[in-house]
């Protein structure tokens, strides 16, 4: 990985962010016009070309994931790219392109990305500049990624500052915490729940200087309990496979990427919220123009004393297909999760199921009866309808936490 490629997107990406609202709009602006290439090379958007963002048509993942080969500018296509996905999963080489499988929904529909090295580098010091303040990039770190699985996007930034090691998701809990107290990290990111299980188990990290979590969505309440735990304060990276979507700044809000991706904004209905439509404006191996994603997402108000002009969003906590959509009135995640971990904490896990006529919530069956009981009594007032509580709760399904489900009855 070229040094130099790394130091060019730091340096780029630390200007834009002491750049105005107005500023960034024009480099964007200036980003769309040079991506046209790269979309008249992709066979699903070569007949736009040259026209105006608005004139794309707004997609669905699920269209992208059909067929890779139509939505890459390399001319590779579906089946080739599957095997250097599946290549990067064994930890073998993929040559000049990398390429992997996102960790899933939910419900596991798995994304393919891939990059050209100097799209990884331009990743990485995005990455660098947006997460690390410059000190910590002349002092030698530790990385640990405890993610689903490793790729070159994240191991590329090993050199001789940085020891990177990956600790998969699917190990045991147990061995991953004895190999981390082994390597004792400066940077760790993981997923919240994981956060959880080091912080429940008493798993010290004494060189530990920046954590961050990303992947699934985390509480305010969670955010406090791992805080109490490593004595530091949990930053957000929110990222999927379609792009490096927004990061948490110093003071912990959580700034959309706004230097990189033009973001446009969809009213969920019924709600203050919204969907995100993104165009990823450095994307060239695999170009992504409106795609709407769904994750529901709330804007919050105000500037911040970083002084970055990327907008700020309040933390996604679950999909719009998790909505709950009582015929009396819609409530959102954010709203269920307040509900229940005012009363819960974060000792504590569960999962709240809606449907149409009724809501229940499940704890596992070491939560005390009382505080499930009042929990229930705060949905109850929260949905308006039947909510019951079943002290049954095993473990999230698939690879990320859903603490909010809405099911049609």
Known sequence: MRADLIAGSWLRTKRQMRASPAQLARSRANQWQELQPALARTPALASCSGKPITDFPVLEPREIREDYGAWNSLGLDHETLAVLADRAEQGRPTGRI??????GSGGGARGLFLASAAERADYIGQSLARLLPARALLQRQRLALHLRAGNALYSDVGSSRFAFQHFP???PVDQTIERLARFDPTILIAPPHRLLDFARSGLRLP???HLFWGSEPMSECERDCIAQAFGLRARGIYQATEGFLAADCRHGKLHLNEQAIEFEFEPV?????FRLIISDLRRLSQPIIRLRLDDYVELEDGTCPCGYGGRIIRPPQGRVQDLWRFAVRTVTPPQVIEAVEAVLGCDHDWQAFAGGRSVTLRTRSNAPSHLAEK???RLQDLARVKTAHRPDFGGHDGPKRRKVVWRDD
């Open 98 to 103: 990398s390429a992997g499988w996102s960790t």
């Open 169 to 171: 998701l699917a190990a």
């Open 207 to 209: 060189s530990l200087q």
């Open 269 to 273: 209905p019924d709600t203050e919220g």
């Open 375 to 377: 929990a229930v009594e």
